[in-house]
């Protein structure tokens, strides 16, 4: 009883369209699906393959086939190798500066934990995975490749610069850091992430080879480093 009063409902809550194409055409039905799923599929292979390959070196034919696809089939969603990076890029990186500019807007606590948490997200959410590739595979053919190099640096290095400098100024304007020049102050910021991308993605010829690196720990450092700093100096007694 209580599995035909679940069916009757699941039945009553499908629209009938969707359910006669379930009941009677389930190879169509799964073929659709896999149609919605197909252009993340696509990124997915394509950022596997631009990181490990880089952008001159990854053929469309090879993106197509590891997202099991024909490169016919590529072309329809992405019209160029060049539209496919940039897409690549929106949906790894760039699409992120909404979420991270509410959590600035949202965050309650000091300038001075605001960019430990900064830090510590960026490597969770961007530095650990594949798509810090991205900016390595930039800093090393973007010369190469202008157009790309400019949509990069619009989409993805001037927003970050954006928010950084807004933290900076935030811990100015409540008297935690010091008056600095902001638009370099960034880049004491920026320098260990940069770092921290070619150790990942340069078969960490960056370090000795004898010390381990923790790149927690590594960028839990830095950032107590830059906020010493920052730091406003205590004011001198009478």
């Known amino acids: 009883l209580t599995t035909l009063l679940t069916r009757q409902s699941l039945r009553r809550s499908m629209p009938a369209s969707r359910f006669i194409s379930d009941k009677f055409f389930p190879e169509r039905n799964k073929r659709e699906r896999r149609k919605e799923a197909r252009p993340g599929e696509l990124l997915e292979a394509a950022l596997d393959l631009f990181v490990d390959k880089g952008f001159a070196a990854t053929r469309a034919e090879e993106v197509a086939a590891r997202a099991g696809v024909s490169k016919g089939t590529l072309f329809l969603y ?88 807004r933290i900076i100024r935030r811990g100015i304007d409540s008297g935690e850091f010091a008056p600095v020049d902001v638009d370099h102050a960034i880049y004491a910021v920026i320098a260990p992430m940069i770092f921290l991308m070619l150790w990942k993605h340069s078969a960490m010829i960056c370090v000795d080879g004898e010390s381990e690196i923790d790149p927690e720990k590594y960028l839990a450092i830095q950032a107590e480093t830059v906020l010493h700093g920052l730091a406003m100096p205590p004011k001198a007694g009478p």
């Open 78 to 165: 992405f019209p160029s190798k060049e539209e496919l990076f940039k897409a690549v890029v929106t949906e790894n990186l760039s699409g992120r500066f909404t979420e991270w500019n509410a959590e600035f807007e949202a965050f309650e606590g000091s300038t001075s934990d605001m960019l430990r948490y900064c830090m510590r997200i960026w490597w969770e959410r961007v530095g650990s995975t594949k798509a810090s590739g991205l900016t390595k595979l930039m800093l090393s053919e973007g010369r190469n490749f202008p157009e790309l190099a400019e949509f990069y640096r619009q989409e993805v290095v001037r927003p970050g610069h954006a928010l950084l400098r």
